[in-house]
């Protein structure tokens, strides 16, 4: 009799549970998966999509880039691209705008070996630094290194493709490279060679990292949906800081194949990045508008950026949580 009492009351639980249509929707990330993804299937894990009626499929990226393209074409619901990307596209006449900001400080970091010598920015004086062709890091490296009061003529560049900075490096033909704080100190390590990480934004050149980007038409027409996404993926990424082990686990059911250490760390060292320096006790998700204009502005002077938009074309922080 108690079991048939139990089983009636948890029917009754159950059918006064409001349960919300779900509506399928896709996020297309900035790469293939790596530790700072992992929230997100956290989220799904957890069920926060679905309870803000959100079918949430991810899928894995090929640049931020690419992403801006994805969702600039209706592909995909949301995007996750870097700052650079989204006024990239958005200049060039991609109908999106940024939502939340999911890395409010850049990666952006000259990693150099720690037996080499390099402890302070003046010590890069007369050493080499390993660099690819046009990416992003290099092209505001002169900001950086005019902040840091550093002459660029007494330093030595390396010019190679993506893969070869790595070993370039763990070979010592160069000393240190450009690369993300948030991932290659971690691949220099699995190798053998412990690394100093010298961050653009702690010399006052910051540009936004990631953030999550819709089509206007999703802005228009879905807004409860985007707003919905927030929250869940606020919820998601506030459960990584307090257990990022958690988030580790969620994503290594989506790909097995994923090193936990490595993408523990990935994790640990992007959830430093979440926030802004300029709104460091902000809610997660939230975009100074300061960043999105240090990022405009650095883009005009050093990628020959021309355009006449405004930094708040480019974001909005009015579907956040009030």
């Not at 779900?22 to 957890?46: D, V």
């Not at 999106?96 to 402890?119: L, Y």
């Not at 707003?227 to 990424?237: D, M, P, V």
Request: aromatic residues 8%.
């Amino acid at each position: 009799m108690k079991r048939l009492l139990g089983f009636v009351a948890g029917c009754a639980i159950a059918l006064s549970t409001p349960v919300l249509a779900q509506e399928k929707a896709t996020l297309r990330l900035n790469w293939l998966i790596y530790g700072f993804h992992t929230p997100f299937y956290l989220g799904i894990e957890r069920g926060y999509y679905k309870a803000e009626g959100i079918d949430l499929e991810v899928g894995e990226g090929q640049g931020s880039g690419r992403a801006v393209q994805i969702i600039a074409a209706k592909g995909d619901t949301f995007g996750l691209s870097d700052g650079s990307s989204i006024i990239n596209g958005a200049t060039k006449g991609a109908p999106i705008k940024a939502v939340m900001g999911i890395m409010n400080t850049t990666p952006f970091a000259i990693i150099a070996r720690a037996d080499s010598g390099i402890k302070s920015m003046k010590d890069f004086e007369g050493k080499t630094i390993a660099a690819t062709t046009g990416e992003a890091g290099l092209t505001i490296l002169p900001a950086l290194l005019k902040n840091a009061k550093l002459d660029p003529a007494k330093i030595n560049f390396l010019r190679v493709d993506g893969p070869t900075k790595m070993v370039s490096v763990l070979e010592k033909r160069a000393e240190a490279l450009l690369g993300g704080s948030e991932n290659q100190p971690f691949i220099l390590e699995q190798k053998g060679v412990q690394s100093v990480v010298f961050n653009y934004a702690d010399y006052g050149t910051n540009t936004m990292g990631l953030a999550i980007h819709v089509h206007a038409d999703t802005l228009k027409e879905k807004p409860k949906l985007v707003e919905g996404f927030i929250r869940a993926t606020q919820k998601a990424y506030a459960d990584a800081e307090k257990d990022p082990a958690a988030a580790i686990a969620a994503g290594v059911k989506v790909k097995p194949d994923m090193d936990k250490d490595m993408a523990l760390k990935q994790l640990n060292a992007g959830l430093k990045l979440v926030r802004s320096k300029a709104a460091p006790t902000a809610a997660i998700g939230f975009m100074p508008a300061a960043d999105w204009q240090m990022t405009l502005d650095l883009m005009k002077e050093f990628q020959e950026l021309k355009t006449d938009m405004p930094a708040s074309a480019f974001f909005t922080n009015d579907l956040l949580p009030k």
